[in-house]
């Protein structure tokens, strides 16, 4: 196994099975054009998210770092016509490039982008009592994972599904002992998603072109329920 046979079967797929369309494509030229760093989830993993809130019949995403948008067009496109899909990102830069790409989408109508820190619109969603989301997706800064958990069970609802992306990171979360924030915040994460009594989780590893890494896949269980249902 390595990277070139990775990156093979991954364009063999995307081909076969994903059919990113102009709108995507463009998206990425459009990231790459304004300097944006090339850490978007991939076309398959795109698709992914796209599949899993149309299997969850999402009303409201919620999307925690938006880069340029490529993830928010994958999910925005899965929602129905009165869907809401709210994506947080820091940078204005990032905002307004995903603005133009979600725009060229023809998915304005139904994503809002809020610019500042993630956590601060968190908790702002929180205190103005916003429905709860049917599917969270987190994608931002790695560190703050575990504070993004507790505002996602916040915003949540039983049956909300939660994913958290880039989880596994070269493996690097097997070391108890690093000091990379985005490892501590991870591997707390992965033990919060464990451990909590409102969660069933798991996490899947995943290789491709964008090398070996994974994510976090979680629902949120009925108040009551103590046995995975
Ligand atoms: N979900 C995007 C996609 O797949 O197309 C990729 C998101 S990228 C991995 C992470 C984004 O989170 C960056 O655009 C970064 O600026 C943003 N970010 C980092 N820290 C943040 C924070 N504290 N609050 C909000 N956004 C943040």
């Known amino acids: 196994m390595n990277q070139d046979l990775w990156t093979s079967v991954e364009r063999f797929l995307t081909d076969t099975l994903v059919h990113p369309d102009l709108a995507l494509?463009?998206?990425?030229?459009?990231?790459?054009?304004?300097?944006?760093?090339?850490?978007?989830?991939?076309?398959?993993?795109?698709?992914?998210?796209?599949?899993?809130?149309?299997?969850?019949?999402?009303?409201?995403?919620?999307e925690i770092?938006?880069?340029?948008?490529?993830?928010?067009?994958?999910?925005?496109?899965?929602?129905?016509?009165?869907?809401?899909?709210?994506?947080?990102?820091?940078?204005?830069t990032h905002a307004s490039v995903a603005a133009e790409n979600i725009e060229r989408a023809g998915l304005s109508s139904l994503v809002e982008i809020r610019v500042g820190s993630a956590l601060e619109s968190l908790a702002r969603l929180h205190a103005d009592k916003t429905e709860?989301?049917?599917?969270?997706?987190?994608?931002?800064?790695?560190?703050?994972?575990?504070?993004?958990?507790?505002?996602?069970?916040?915003?949540?609802?039983?049956?909300?599904?939660?994913?958290?992306?880039?989880?596994?990171?070269?493996?690097?979360?097997?070391?108890?002992?690093?000091?990379?924030?985005?490892?501590?915040?991870?591997?707390?994460?992965?033990?919060?998603?464990?451990?909590?009594?409102r969660l069933d989780a798991t996490a899947l590893q995943t290789v491709g072109n964008k090398g070996y890494d994974g994510f976090a896949l979680a629902i949120v269980k009925n108040r009551a329920a103590r046995h995975h249902s």
């Open 65 to 92: 770092g938006t880069l340029g948008g490529y993830s928010t067009i994958w999910l925005a496109r899965a929602l129905p016509p009165f869907g809401r899909l709210i994506t947080l990102e820091l940078d204005p």
């Open 132 to 197: 709860p989301f049917d599917l969270i997706f987190l994608d931002a800064d790695k560190p703050n994972n575990p504070n993004y958990l507790e505002w996602a069970l916040k915003l949540s609802r039983p049956g909300t599904v939660i994913i958290g992306d880039n989880v596994i990171r070269d493996g690097e979360i097997l070391d108890a002992t690093s000091t990379d924030a985005s490892v501590i915040g991870t591997r707390t994460f992965l033990e919060r998603l464990g451990s909590h009594p």
């Open 25 to 62: 494509n463009e998206a990425v030229a459009a990231n790459t054009r304004t300097g944006l760093p090339a850490i978007d989830v991939s076309p398959n993993e795109g698709k992914l998210l796209h599949l899993l809130a149309r299997i969850q019949g999402a009303r409201r995403i919620l």
